[in-house]
C-alpha cells in the first residue's frame, strides 16, 4: 500500500522521448468507462490493458499501479463540478451551484464516494475546485479556518445525499425493484408495526409515502437541506459582521 502522501501528481513529470502512442487522457477514460461500470473493484490494470487493446507497458508507463490510476480517475470526475467565480453571481448561488454539480458528479461516478479521503485530493481539477470555491466564500466574508468549516460543510451535505441515493440505487438496480414501488411493497409491515409507532404511522399517511416518488423526495430533501444550511451560514456571517 503506497504511503497516504506518495500522489501521482507529487511525482516528477516523465520526459516525452520515449512515451507509448497510447495516451494518459485515454487511460484515466477508459478507466472511468469501467468504474462506472462495475465499479473500483472490477477495475485492474490487466482488464484495462485489454479494453485499450495494449499491453501493460504502456499503462504503467503513464502510472506506477491502480492507486496512481484511481487518483487520476477521481480528479478527471472532479473536473465536471463548476464552480461559479466570485462577481459571476452571489456566494448563495455559487455555492447551490458547487454542491448541485457536487451531488450530480457522485451519482453519475458513484466509485468515487468510496474513495474520497482515501489519497490527497490534489490535482488540477481538485486544486482549481478549491481555489474557487476559497475565492467565492472569501469574497462572501469568510475567512480563516471559519472558511474551510464552512466549505466543508457545503460538500460533506453533497457527498452525504450523495452517498445515500446511490447505495439505494445500486441495491435497487441489482433486485430489479420498481423504485416507486419500494413504500408499497412495505406497506404491510408498516400496518402491522403501526400501532407501536403511531407517530411514524400518522405522518406516513400523511404524506402518502407510498406513492412518492422516493429519487424525486432525494432531489427535495438535498434541496431542502442546502437551503437551512445556505441560511444558517448567512445568519452566522451576518452576526459574525454586525
Sequence with gaps: ????TDSVWTRPPRTRGDQPSLTREQIVRT???LLDAEGAVGLSMRRLGTR???G???????????????????DEVLGEIYVPEPGDTSWRIGASVLANGMRSALLRHAWVIGLLGTRPTIGPNAMRMGNRMVALFTAAGFTGLELSHACALLQSHA????????????????????PVDVA????????????DNPDYDRWRREVDQANQNPYVVFQEGFAFGLERILDGLELWLGTRKA
Design 56 to 74: 501493460a507497458t504502456s499503462l504503467y508507463w503513464h502510472v506506477a499501479h491502480k492507486d496512481e490510476l484511481l487518483e487520476l480517475a477521481v
Design 1 to 4: 500500500m503506497p504511503d497516504f
Design 159 to 178: 457527498i452525504g445525499a450523495a452517498t445515500t441515493e446511490a447505495a439505494i440505487a445500486a441495491s435497487l438496480q441489482r433486485t430489479g425493484v420498481d
Design 184 to 195: 408499497r411493497r412495505l406497506e404491510p409491515y408498516l400496518d402491522r408495526t403501526a400501532a
Design 31 to 33: 478507466a472511468i468507462e
Design 52 to 54: 485499450l487493446g495494449s
